[in-house]
């Protein structure tokens, strides 16, 4: 039963463009995140939000932001992608962000040419 | 900064054995410990978690944890072909939970 929901499944995109994920969990968690995934299936944190707050953002480029309105929705946003963002970034939601269970969506697939 | 790492990095084993997958962390501080698994294409999906030392039993799975040894292990009792998939540790940094380095496992019949 999905409860973190992601689109787009898969997007193929050119050097250069801006991309845009949505991420929506129906959970009433409180807080989200942004995971990315590599070719070596290494999960690696990118963002969280506790209650629409950034709380935290690992060294990534500045060329990515998250952008969340409510609780339930954490978005990402790649202004100028580059070949190496080529990669499945998981979104992830849990009761608090503390010790909790990590809920994950299907994930976006991104394929840089 | 935390380090979480997996061993072995892959493993074949029969149907009906029992399957030891390892996590070690650098945090002696670290409180949460948990194992997901990753069907091929699929979400990472919780397993089980622990808190404290000792062992923690559900099914035909078994997390051990010894915060001294900043080693943390889950065992499969009667391996499964489903169970054939990605396994990952997660040791809670936090605010997060950073991840190891993954276990692919397959379960030949």
């Known amino acids: 039963e999905t409860a973190v929901f992601q689109t787009p499944n898969y997007h193929v995109t050119q050097v250069g463009n801006e991309v845009s994920f949505n991420c929506k969990q129906t959970?009433?968690?409180?807080?989200m995140y942004w995971y990315k995934q590599d070719s070596k299936k290494l999960l690696k944190i990118m963002f969280s939000?506790?209650?629409?707050?950034?709380?935290v953002n690992e060294t990534v480029p500045r060329r990515f932001s998250p952008q969340s309105s409510d609780k339930a929705h954490l978005n990402l946003r790649i202004k100028s992608v580059e070949p190496e963002d080529s990669a499945v970034y998981l979104c992830?939601?849990?009761?608090?962000?503390?010790?909790?269970?990590?809920?994950f969506g299907h994930g976006t697939k991104l394929s840089v040419l | 900064q935390q380090k979480v790492q997996q061993s072995p990095e892959s493993l074949i084993v029969p149907e009906g054995a029992m399957t030891s997958l390892n996590c070690t962390f650098s945090?002696?501080?670290?409180?949460?410990f948990a194992w997901y698994r990753q069907h091929s294409g699929k979400a990472p999906k919780a397993l089980m978690s622990?808190?404290?030392?000792g062992e923690k039993e559900e099914g035909r799975f078994t997390i051990h944890l010894n915060k001294a040894s900043l080693h943390f292990s889950l065992h499969i009792r009667d391996s499964q072909p489903s169970d054939s998939a990605l396994y990952l540790c997660?040791?809670?940094?936090?605010?997060?939970?950073?991840f190891g380095t993954g276990t692919k496992l397959q379960v030949v019949p």
């Open positions: 992830a939601s849990s009761r608090d962000h503390s010790n909790e269970r990590l809920f």
């Open positions: 959970l009433g968690h409180d807080t």
């Open positions: 939000y506790n209650n629409k707050q950034l709380i």
């Open positions: 945090d002696s501080a670290s409180q949460y």
């Open positions: 622990i808190f404290s030392n």
């Open positions: 997660a040791v809670n940094s936090g605010t997060y939970q950073r």
